[in-house]
């Protein structure tokens, strides 16, 4: 079977989060269980520089004159072997910055012609009869940037390529305003309140929920939270009437995250060769980070965008408090200015005791969750969460809000779940400053207890995040939909 994965991050070409990580690691396990899926990304400078030897497979003027020059490229990802495909265009996706802003931290004004022109490209390779000898049986869109795909594809003669539409966050939705409508080409018919219109604005998000034959999210506790109103996002009606197309399918993590062979890691270890290894690990850390070198004292990492939903404030609110225990804090992240100024003050108040990095930076995050004692996530919502799950892969059990897939993949540990040999970290229920603090002494009482901690490590490291059971719950729904498409309907 056929599937054009359409995605505007993969890592390690471009990333800002999770999305990126799991259109590497999805079509890989997809492959590996037998399906013939190609990506399509757009050509941004960080993915054309390293696409290696590419080839041309067409252009892509006769698609869309006015933002020529445009063609589409074949190369793959790195030596994967997973074929890339890449719309070339300069004039849209050829400049400095990240995917979705400039240097100055700011939106891409033409990000719904950035994006409008990946989801054209998209559902062309859908059209019949197919443009090239290469057609999807399934096109799979990623988030808001791909969300266009399935209205596209409602407006096409012939019998049309069935859809899934992936929501990897329900709070990045693309709504911009309606002119945009007709600037890409879209009905003006379709531009109401069961269509692509959200509170007068056009939406991307919206337009895949709606027109997606299959939607998916991230994990089952999102599916569930984001037809709630108060998770809904505003989308929790539409939500609601779709509930039979949709499927919570919790993310895997890539087997490359693996503390056995890492080679960001000063130190290798794993379950059974646990404690130099990681003892190795915080030691360097400490030291690179400027902190005090002390195997004992418990270390506490994140590593996360800095943003409201991430709970960065819970734990900057509580600091004062948690600095009086004997502990050290490692932060890695990059965000909103206010939460970057307050950890900036953190640091300086606590030399030696807190360190501060704030960058995007792939290698450090991973002696970070391979070096700390503790690992801490108090978002307040997580569609799925992928730092929880690399966090207890390498032995660094996480503090997490019972949330989404938090509460998917964290097992709290008590005095049941410890004795069921089933704990993997500590849980809070609700956001607050008191409920997050109470938990990290929790933790740090529990990391007194030596034997149980080890336990706990343990434990997680041998938790099965692969990515084969995920892999198979999307094949099967591919493989509904194409059934479907084929048969004739009476
Ligand atoms: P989200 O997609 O909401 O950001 P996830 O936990 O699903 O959250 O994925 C985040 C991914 O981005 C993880 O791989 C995490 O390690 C990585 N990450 C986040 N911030 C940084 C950073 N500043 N530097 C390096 N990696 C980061």
């Not at 080679?263 to 690990?281: E, S, V, W, Y």
């Not at 849980?427 to 901690?453: D, G």
Request: with cysteine; charged share 20%.
């Amino acid at each position: 079977m056929k599937i054009l994965f359409v995605t505007s991050e993969i890592h390690p070409l471009v990333k800002t989060g999770g999305l990126a990580d799991v259109s590497h690691a999805l079509p890989l396990a997809l492959r590996q269980a037998g399906l013939d899926v190609r990506v399509l990304v757009p050509g941004y400078p960080g993915v054309l520089s390293r696409l290696g030897k590419a080839s041309t497979v067409c252009t892509l003027e006769a698609l869309a004159p006015i933002w020529s020059p445009a063609r589409l490229l074949e190369g793959q990802l790195g030596d994967t072997g997973l074929p890339l495909w890449v719309v070339d265009c300069p004039s849209l996706y050829d400049r400095p910055g990240g995917p979705y802003q400039g240097p100055d931290g700011r939106d891409w004004d033409d990000n719904p012609l950035r994006f409008g022109f990946l989801c054209h490209v998209g559902a062309w390779l859908c059209s019949a009869p197919a443009p090239l000898p290469w057609s999807p049986d399934v096109v799979h869109c990623n988030d808001w940037q791909a969300g266009l795909i399935p209205a596209l594809l409602r407006h096409h003669q012939g019998p049309p390529v069935p859809s899934v539409m992936t929501i990897h966050n329900l709070a990045f939705q693309g709504n911009f305003d309606p002119l945009w409508v007709t600037r890409l080409g879209l009905p003006m018919e379709s531009f109401h309140m069961h269509g692509l219109e959200f509170h007068g604005r056009l939406s991307f998000l919206k337009a895949g929920i709606n027109y997606a034959d299959r939607i998916t999210t991230v994990s089952p506790r999102y599916a569930e939270e984001i037809q709630t109103p108060e998770m809904g996002c505003g989308l929790d009606g539409l939500l609601r009437h779709r509930q039979a197309e949709l499927a919570g399918i919790l993310n895997g993590i890539d087997e490359s995250w693996n503390p056995a062979c890492d080679p960001a890691l000063p130190a290798a270890f794993d379950a059974q060769r646990l404690a130099a290894g990681k003892r190795r690990n915080k030691t360097t850390l400490q030291q690179d980070c400027g902190l005090a070198k002390d195997p004992d004292v418990p270390l506490l990492g994140l590593v996360s965008r800095l943003t409201y939903q991430k709970g960065i404030d819970l734990l900057l609110d509580t600091l004062p408090a948690l600095m009086e225990h004997p502990l050290q804090l490692i932060v890695l992240g990059s965000g909103e200015a206010d939460m970057e100024s307050r950890l900036r003050e953190v640091a300086d108040t606590y030399p030696g005791r807190v360190s501060v990095t704030l960058a995007f930076d792939e290698p450090l995050s991973h002696r970070i969750i391979a070096g700390s004692d503790l690992f801490l996530m108090p978002s307040r919502f997580e569609p799925c969460g992928l730092a929880q799950m690399y966090a207890m892969r390498y032995g660094t059990p996480p503090v997490v809000c019972e949330t989404g897939g938090l509460a998917d993949t964290v097992v709290d540990c008590t005095e049941g779940t410890l004795g069921e040999r089933r704990a993997t970290g500590f849980t809070f229920r609700n956001a607050t400053p008191e409920a997050f603090k109470a938990a990290v002494q929790r933790a740090l009482s529990t990391y007194e207890m030596r034997t149980i901690w080890r336990q706990l490590q343990k434990t997680g490291m041998r938790r099965d995040f692969s990515w084969k059971q995920p892999a198979a719950d999307y094949a099967g729904i591919y493989h509904t939909l194409s059934t479907r498409a084929q048969t004739p309907q009476s």
